[in-house]
């Protein structure tokens, strides 16, 4: 037995998530996103098969993903800007509001059910999914950014739904940015910088708005992080990142869009499942 599971059944999901570990990295890279859309789902079933109650399952998956993501958004922005792509005067104007949405949500994460993080997981990957589907190139809100109180609010969202998802941010701002009229390429790169703060503010917020309920979660976490999650994926998903961003390089905008699309459609199909 292994924390309480029998020793094959855990060796096999170790290797399940070796397996999503690598397909996170070259997501991460591909998208601009950390990489959370696969790994909650998968952290999620891990942690059922481990016999974490439903109250704090979720909870526990999106913050072991936060930790996880880390070095993965570290290095698939490293790799965007080795390519010179990116904004940084976007990552100046969103990076404290975005670490301010982290910490309203992980406020969030101390009082609420679980059923909020999927319920938000799904609205939100689930409009992007029918933006990159569907959406034309006449459907922007504006040619340029809006000022700077609208792009304040455009980062205090973006840390958010980050929070609340386990995701680094990338989704929701590749939408926000193709809205604007930034290419799909630019948008991924600042997405990669911008969840860098994000996944470590989130990361820590969520430990400690875990940390009243360690009776209810598997040993070897710190609130709602699994250390045990986060040593078997991490190294993985950071190593393939660089690989998925030079692939992104080389795909056209519309490729680009038609496969995140798709890939959202699928996350946000496992999730609603498990809410009924």
């Known amino acids: 037995m292994v924390l309480g599971v029998p020793a094959g059944e855990f060796a096999l999901l170790v290797v399940a998530v070796m397996v999503a570990g690598v397909a996170t990295g070259i997501l991460a890279g591909l998208f601009g996103?950390?990489?959370?859309?696969?790994?909650?789902?998968?952290?999620?079933?891990?942690?059922?098969?481990?016999?974490?109650?439903?109250?704090?399952?979720?909870?526990?998956?999106?913050?072991?993903?936060?930790?996880?993501?880390?070095?993965?958004?570290?290095?698939?922005?490293?790799?965007?800007?080795?390519r010179g792509a990116g904004q940084d005067d976007v990552l100046r104007q969103w990076a404290l509001p975005a670490v301010v949405g982290v910490a309203v949500g992980a406020v969030i994460a101390y009082f609420a059910p679980s059923a909020v993080f999927k319920a938000m997981f799904m609205a939100v990957v689930t409009t992007i999914a029918i933006k990159l589907l569907f959406g034309k190139d006449s459907w922007r809100i504006s040619d340029r950014f809006p000022g700077r109180a609208a792009m304040v609010g455009y980062g205090f969202v973006i840390g958010l739904t980050s929070s609340l998802m386990g995701v680094g941010g990338g989704?929701?701002?590749?939408?926000?940015?193709?809205?604007?009229?930034?290419?799909?390429?630019?948008?991924?790169?600042?997405?990669?910088?911008?969840?860098?703060?994000?996944?470590?503010?989130?990361?820590?917020?969520?430990?400690?708005?875990?940390?009243?309920?360690?009776?209810?979660?598997?040993p070897l976490s710190i609130g709602y992080v699994s250390l045990v999650?986060?040593?078997?994926?991490?190294?993985?998903?950071?190593?393939?990142?660089?690989?998925?961003?030079?692939?992104?390089?080389?795909?056209s905008r519309r490729h680009l869009e038609i496969a995140f699309g798709l890939f959202l459609v699928l996350v946000s199909t496992r999730i609603g499942i498990s809410l009924f």
């Open 229 to 251: 999650g986060t040593i078997i994926m991490a190294p993985m998903s950071s190593f393939t990142a660089p690989y998925g961003a030079m692939l992104a390089h080389r795909m």
């Open 33 to 82: 996103v950390g990489g959370g859309g696969i790994i909650v789902p998968v952290l999620y079933d891990i942690f059922r098969f481990l016999n974490v109650p439903d109250d704090v399952r979720m909870q526990l998956a999106v913050g072991t993903s936060m930790a996880i993501i880390i070095p993965t958004t570290i290095r698939s922005y490293r790799a965007h800007r080795a």
């Open 171 to 218: 989704a929701v701002s590749n939408m926000i940015q193709t809205l604007h009229g930034k290419s799909i390429h630019n948008a991924v790169a600042t997405s990669a910088g911008l969840g860098v703060p994000i996944t470590i503010a989130g990361t820590i917020g969520l430990m400690i708005a875990g940390w009243p309920k360690m009776d209810l979660l598997p």
